[in-house]
């Protein structure tokens, strides 16, 4: 059976090309609550015009509903819902726990899908996934063809891949740099693309985490003997001509196999970066590019004239097409249409030449000889840019009494009677220079090795035992979870009787014969009081807020059962891709990074923490009793832990440190 074709649709005249270029389906977001908040996309109108017109093309239709949501959102999310639920839409594809809380059990006629940014990246978590009621998994970019295989031999759900478009370095859902550096999430549809950046580390300024784009046309037989449900196109921000391109190759690619290598001719007319086929095609050793921009390189500029610049090409120039400037300096790119009259053809220097010289009219531009010339787009192909508005009226809102139901169901307002203080530490050197009776909860998160060496029997630790809490890592390739189900059925043999789970899925690595508490991490997004109310039914005894959550966030929610984090380095970036050497250290124009290795996991960080000590007094005026000091990332140090311990207890802050979006604000 082939697998669908899915093109991505930021815009009317996208939703044409990919209907022209041969879609099976088509993916697509409102103005809200999706994760390419800066694409034009739909309002409620022409989402209904959309979906007819689909329904007459025979066209699936996917609306993007796959951000994280916020405590003040939850109102505006029910109504989104409870219009959504009046469309013909073939399903939803979403990422918060609270959003699948609220299809599951107000909703539950509806067919939903697990965003890539839900990092469903193992069988555990396919099986979660149909366990939950989810019809298909988007699976994280990041797997080997060997680990594709094994998951789709054990899944019992539908399978979805990204097989061409643009790569985030970070896993999707972990990615905390674009938040850091001004509040704009990844996780919420605002990414700035901090890995597009220029860093500097030692006499070098490069794009260290600029990844090429991702192209898997030669892999489409392999992945139809698969039984891969979906091919997907990346790219909501992206062109009508991508999409119309992408579309025709991958269908013809489908279609015939035969015809693979004319497909990928197609796809040089993409515009988009050079390509890696990544993890699934086994080689990322140059999957780094030294040019973020997107179109094809087709010449440099001659000579600055008064009024534009002449510039040499192989590639035949006409009407219609864009040309984008890109400084040499890689700041300030500007893009410029071929128009008659801007465009000027001149003749080869000499008869022989195979390149042709063009001169450009601009007033605008600061442009230099050598700077370079992208082909940027053809421009040659018109889609219609509207639909006709049809399509039955949806109402936008939720009936008052019924969403004040379900919003006075969900949550609760109890306080914690007592205090606790959970300490995490992520090296045994640590247990040597801590103090067990000034903390109520030892959150051990190791590596792989840590764990092997560790002796639990030992008389110390079967002392402190009942305060050990067991964190598993946030990435389990498929030929680990034989490894952590092993470790933790030891373990819990040994008597630990806390873990904590740094993806909701791995519940799946526990028998049910075990009796524990589950935990979960940060990493686990409990952003606003339905996606708590979704942990509690999970029977999930304590939870830690996100990192880069906000004060007004915590406060507009009635739960205050939760972990508050007041002292941490944040994972910035947790890629599978090598970069920078192990410890190496880097800088942007503002601050300085540290690049990290883990289980094969680079890990960055910011060189100072993020101190959120000076509010623990104000948190506790406000109800929250249960707060974390994350040593992790620090070196051990006896005088470390008496002096953020005595932070803690008096309030104070911490310097040097920053209050990440804690003041400033999530967006």
Not at 164 to 186: I, N, V
Not at 518 to 541: G, M
Request: glycine share 6%.
């Amino acid at each position: 059976m082939q697998p669908e074709l899915l093109l991505p649709v930021g815009n009317t005249e996208s939703f044409y090309a990919a209907l022209e270029g041969g879609a099976d389906a088509v993916y697509f977001g409102l103005r809200n609550f999706n994760a390419r908040g800066r694409a034009k996309n739909f309002a409620p109108n022409q989402m209904q015009s959309l979906i007819k017109e689909a329904g007459k093309n025979n066209l699936k239709t996917y609306l993007t509903l796959n951000t994280l949501i916020k405590n003040s959102e939850l109102s505006t999310l029910l109504d989104t819902l409870y219009m959504i639920s009046q469309t013909g839409i073939t399903a939803l594809i979403i990422q918060d726990l609270g959003v699948l809380y609220i299809l599951k059990n107000f909703f539950p006629k509806f067919p939903y899908q697990a965003s890539t940014q839900m990092g469903i990246h193992n069988s555990a978590g396919t099986e979660f996934a149909r366990q939950n009621g989810f019809e298909r998994v988007i699976l994280a970019r990041e797997l080997t063809f060997s680990e594709l295989q094994e998951i789709s031999r054990k899944s019992q759900v539908q399978l979805e891949i990204f097989a061409h478009g643009a790569l985030c370095y970070s896993f999707s859902g972990m990615c905390l740099f674009s938040s850091y550096l001004g509040g704009m999430s990844a996780n919420r549809g605002l990414c700035r693309q901090p890995c597009r950046r220029i860093f500097s580390a030692g006499n070098k300024a490069e794009y260290f985490f600029s990844l090429k784009d991702n192209q898997q046309i030669e892999l489409i037989p392999q992945l139809a003997a698969l039984n891969i449900s979906s091919i997907k196109i990346e790219g909501r921000m992206k062109s009508a001509e991508y999409v119309y391109q992408t579309a025709r190759a991958y269908r013809m690619a489908i279609d015939d196999p035969a015809k693979i290598e004319k497909a990928k001719k197609i796809l040089n007319f993409d515009l988009g970066r050079q390509k890696t086929s990544y993890f699934l095609g086994g080689n990322v050793s140059h999957s780094i590019t030294d040019d973020p921009f997107t179109g094809n390189l087709i010449g440099t500029i001659d000579s600055i004239e008064t009024n534009g610049f002449t510039f040499k090409t192989e590639h035949r120039l006409e009407i219609g097409n864009r040309v984008r400037v890109q400084p040499q300096n890689g700041k300030n790119s500007s893009a410029i249409k071929i128009k008659n009259d801007n465009f000027t053809t001149l003749s080869p220097q000499r008869a022989e030449d195979s390149e042709t010289t063009y001169k450009i009219d601009t007033e605008t531009g600061d442009y230099q000889a050598g700077d370079n010339i992208f082909l940027a787009g053809l421009g040659q192909k018109k889609f219609s840019s509207k639909f006709a508005l049809t399509g039955k009226k949806l109402q936008l809102r939720m009936p008052e009494q019924r969403k004040n139901n379900i919003l006075q169901k969900i949550g609760s307002q109890k306080i914690p009677t007592t205090e606790q203080l959970f300490l995490r530490i992520n090296h045994l050197d640590w247990l040597r220079k801590i103090f067990f009776d000034k903390f109520d909860f030892l959150i051990l998160n190791l590596t792989k090795n840590e764990w092997q060496q560790l002796d639990l029997r030992s008389a110390f630790l079967q002392k402190i035992l009942h305060k050990i809490i067991v964190q598993l890592p946030k990435f389990i390739p498929e030929n680990d979870l034989d490894f952590y189900r092993n470790m933790t059925a030891k373990l819990t043999k040994m008597g630990v009787s806390h873990f904590m789970l740094s993806h909701i899925s791995q519940k799946q690595l526990f028998s049910s014969s075990h009796k524990v508490a589950f935990c979960s991490s940060e990493n686990v997004y409990v952003l606003n009081d339905i996606a708590v109310q979704f942990l509690k039914e999970e029977q999930i005894k304590f939870y830690i807020y996100p990192f880069e959550n906000d004060f007004p966030n915590l406060l507009q929610g009635k739960d205050r059962k939760g972990i508050v984090p007041l002292y941490f380095y944040p994972e910035l970036f947790y890629s599978r891709l090598p970069a920078l050497q192990d410890g190496q250290k880097f800088q942007d124009d503002k601050n300085t990074y540290q690049k990290l290795v883990r289980d094969g996991i680079t890990c960055i960080i910011p060189d100072i923490p993020v101190s959120l000590l000076q509010y623990r007094h104000k948190l506790q005026e406000k109800g929250f009793r249960r707060f974390l000091l994350d040593l992790s990332y620090e070196k051990p140090s006896q005088n470390t832990f008496n002096r953020l311990l005595k932070k803690f207890h008096s309030s104070s802050a911490e310097q040097p440190g920053t209050q990440f979006n804690f003041k400033m604000g999530l967006q």
